[in-house]
């Protein structure tokens, strides 16, 4: 049927009005900017003033850069706390969803750190790190362990920043979790405790694939987030940590960009990185696509 | 026409005046004209520091506005993590501001691009300030004749000079029945150690030190060991690294024993200088470096008495110690240079200003007349404040990547020294290591420098 109503015409004019604000706000603060550093990435561009066109000098010696090799395994290590974060958010969320006494108190506890600015909670972790007077260290000499100095420590920065990292997401992806377990229809349970099968079975074959959209979507944006991870690392190791094993790329682009002048260097960094999460999250929905399923 | 045609033409009208005054409000008026609505002077003051130095610059800006009528200034205060940052994009997005803070290492790059004035001709032509009474190493710091650092025109005025000098626990000490360090004669490197050693003691007898002889941070105690044995990071054409000499070698050698030879530092994990601070706050460490901006602190919070000495000596004899400063420049796009300048000049030397920073005991004064005033003024602690302008006027130095184009090189150097300080490497492989990946960065440095002044 075609809707060609006078109050349809109208609305649809209301309706372009209504994206248009935010389409104009993405082509002049997104789109304009993105272009202008693909094309600065092909430039010596200084952030200054001098920007001479020299090709794909620097994607070159992006690409030798041990320090941009560095970075990136960096970043990339530090996003093992997305599986973690994942595994704990789901049985946090399967826990709270039995509904145990307390259950409000207790999401309000974990979305907490959700909405804290990332800023302050660095300063209050690095705090935490401590190698004299931390927390974290002080807990571990209750059980008699003498914690490291967490962020001075080659080997300990990177967990040091996952953790926090995991801590700082719970909550999110738990709220995400918890809304997906209540919209899992109650008959299929029972149908399944009718066949036999146990608490085990009923969540490996019904739980689990039907939380799947979201378990994507959470994959899905914190990859995305994680490849962009800064802020952090920038407070809590502003020097990128012992032997440079907590910067991570974002944090590698910012000190070429505005510590040492060249913004061109960076910018093309940063597009390598961008395809680099593109690719990264097409090859998820490829895969995400080939093992979908439709409930009928 | 329809009712809601005129409808949805307001609607619209109404958007482009939305977006047309977002986009106006990028471009502050006052930026474009010069001149703020009431046709007064405007000119934009961006700035970072410690809160009392914050109070104390918009009391002299306030003073400064009142002296001049006509103008009006408007403050741009920037957390300091965020300054350089913050700097760049105004600079990039060319709305430089009329005056401003910067690092002195940035003068080259800053000049070459246009983004400072040359600010000679009112310094010297001003009324006000006598520029000869101003340190003349904190001036020469702003200096660039196009080739040369240090000579030729002014395109800032320092904001003030930091000299690093070394602190020692008096109290520590006088109960341990050690003779105080001479003011006049630094120690040698061995005699430091002996020292430290004899200071470096388990009190409550748990079988682990807890007093200390040193805690320094490489990154900013390394200079005045290196430079008084004779080594230095870069030559003096700036265009080689030189820490592969043995002078180097033996400097860095000797700064990593203090922890793994001698122990007389905390242990390794206990190393961060947040930790060595709070150490030498508690009492704990016998020296600890000293900088102007600490003193208030100092004053407030040490329960034991304190005075300052020069570096340990290395081979040279000649104690060496870095000053640090901060500029104050004139945007060179300002369209109000004379009152940008005026400005400038009443932040670096004005007599009240920079007398409640001396009050506030963050920085020396900028005024010689009134530094050495100071430091004779024995009612202020540290005693021995004549050791900080010693440091400025005879031995102090400037950054070693103060006169290059950019500091990733000199940043190099410190970005794999842990294992040397873990013991795990020695000094002399490391500089043979890092050596070649300087060299490659400052290489870059003054390739891009040579590129930027096309």
Known sequence: MKTTSKLYRTEQRYAYLFIAAPVIGFLIFAMVPLIYSIYGAFTNWDGLGSMDFIGLENFINVFKDEYFYKSMFNTIYMMLGI???????????????????????????????????????????????????????QFLAIFGVEGPNWLQNTSTVKPALIIMAVWKGLGYTMLLYLAALQSVPKSFYEAAKLDGANAFKSFWHITLPMVKPVTFFIIVTNIIGGAQIFTEINVMTPTGGPEYSSASVVFYIWQKAFGNFQLGYASAMALVLGLFIFIITLIQFKINEKNSFELD | MSKSTKKLGSLILLTIMIIGSILAGCSNSSETSGKTKDGKTAITFMFRGQPQELKAYEATVKRYEKSHPDVKVTLVQVAPDQYDT??????????????????????????????????????????????????????????????????????????????????????????????????????????????????????????????????????????????????????????????????????????????????ITPSIAEAQTLDTYQRWMKGELAFFPVG?????????????????????????????????????????????????????????????????????????????????????????????????????????????????????????????IQPVLDGKMTAEEYVKEAQPKMQKLLDAAIQQEKQAKK
């Open chain 1, 83 to 137: 599986p973690i974060g994942i595994v704990l958010a789901l049985l946090l969320a399967l826990a709270l969803n039995r509904g145990i006494p307390g259950t409000n108190t207790f999401r309000v506890l974990y979305y907490i750190p959700v909405i804290s600015s990332i800023a302050a909670i660095s300063i209050l972790w690095q705090w935490a790190y401590n190698g004299d007077y931390g927390l974290v260290n």
């Open chain 2, 86 to 263: 913050k700097l760049k994009a105004a600079i990039a997005g060319k709305k430089i501001p009329d005056v401003f803070f910067y690092n002195p290492a940035q003068v080259k790059a800053y000049v070459n691009s246009g983004v400072l004035k040359d600010i000679t001709e009112y310094v010297e032509g001003s009324e006000n300030v006598n520029i000869e009474d101003i340190w003349e190493k904190g001036v020469a710091k702003y200096r660039f004749d196009g080739e040369t650092l240090g000579q030729g025109a002014i395109y800032g005025l320092p904001k003030d000079l930091g000299p690093f000098a070394l602190g020692y626990n008096k109290t520590m000490f006088e109960e341990a029945g050690i003779p105080l360090p001479d003011k006049d004669k630094p120690y040698t490197l061995d005699e430091f150690i002996n020292v430290a050693q004899q200071l470096t003691k388990d009190k409550n007898g748990d079988g682990k030190s807890d007093q200390f002889g040193a805690g320094f941070n490489i990154q900013w105690a390394l200079q005045p060991i290196a430079w008084s044995n004779g080594a230095d990071w870069i030559d003096e054409t700036g265009t080689k690294v030189t820490i592969d000499t043995p002078e180097f070698a033996e400097a860095v050698q000797w700064f990593a024993d203090q922890q793994n030879k001698y122990k």
């Open chain 2, 292 to 416: 102007p901006w600490d003193m208030a602190t100092y004053a407030e919070q040490l329960k034991f008495e304190y005075d300052l000495i020069p570096w340990p000596a290395g081979k040279t004899g000649k104690p060496a110690a870095w000053v640090g400063s901060l500029g104050i420049g004139v945007g060179a796009t300002s369209k109000n240079a004379e009152a940008a300048a005026e400005l400038a000049l009443y932040l670096s030397a004005d007599q009240e200003g920079n007398q409640a920073l001396v009050d506030a005991q963050v920085q020396l004064p900028n005024s010689v007349t009134v530094a050495e005033q100071w430091a004779a003024d024995t009612s202020i602690k540290p005693e021995n404040k004549q050791e900080f302008l010693d440091i400025i006027n005879d031995y102090g130095r400037g950054f070693p990547a103060e006169k290059t184009y950019t500091a990733e090189w000199y940043d190099e150097f410190f970005k794999n």
